[in-house]
């Protein structure tokens, strides 16, 4: 299935010193363009994010197979709601609030990636 990875800015930096990823034999012009891993590029999506826990000096990436990965949603948490706003002219506010979250059920398709931040290429 489709494989996903997590990476930061500083992981960026470090992917843009190395001559694979610039090189226009492994990747397309438009992506070093844009400044980011392309689509599928190591069989990757990749997601940038700044929300990567960091222990010490050591922070940890994530990658995953999409079929390692299942969807819950807590339907008693619900909350519709469909009112005027008295501050807005008496506009119609639409609030709606759902719980969901994502948990792991195949622990061999989640791999947690120990980035060194210290090091330097």
């Known amino acids: 299935g489709p494989y996903y990875i997590l990476y930061t800015a500083d992981d960026l930096r470090t992917l843009l010193k190395?001559?694979?990823f610039t090189s226009t034999d492994y990747v397309t012009v438009r992506s070093i363009m844009d400044g980011r891993p392309p689509d599928g590029w190591m069989s990757f999506n990749w997601i940038q994010t700044s929300l990567l826990p960091l222990s010490g000096t050591t922070r940890f990436n994530v990658a995953w197979a999409k079929m390692g990965m299942a969807y819950g949603r807590n339907t008693a948490d619900q909350t519709q709601d469909i009112s005027p706003r008295r501050d807005l002219s008496m506009a119609m506010q639409i609030f709606m609030r759902d719980m969901f979250d994502f948990v792991r059920v195949d622990d061999s398709l989640l791999v947690e990636?120990?980035?060194d931040t210290t090091a330097a290429i």
């Open 18 to 20: 190395d001559a694979k």
């Open 113 to 115: 990636i120990a980035v």
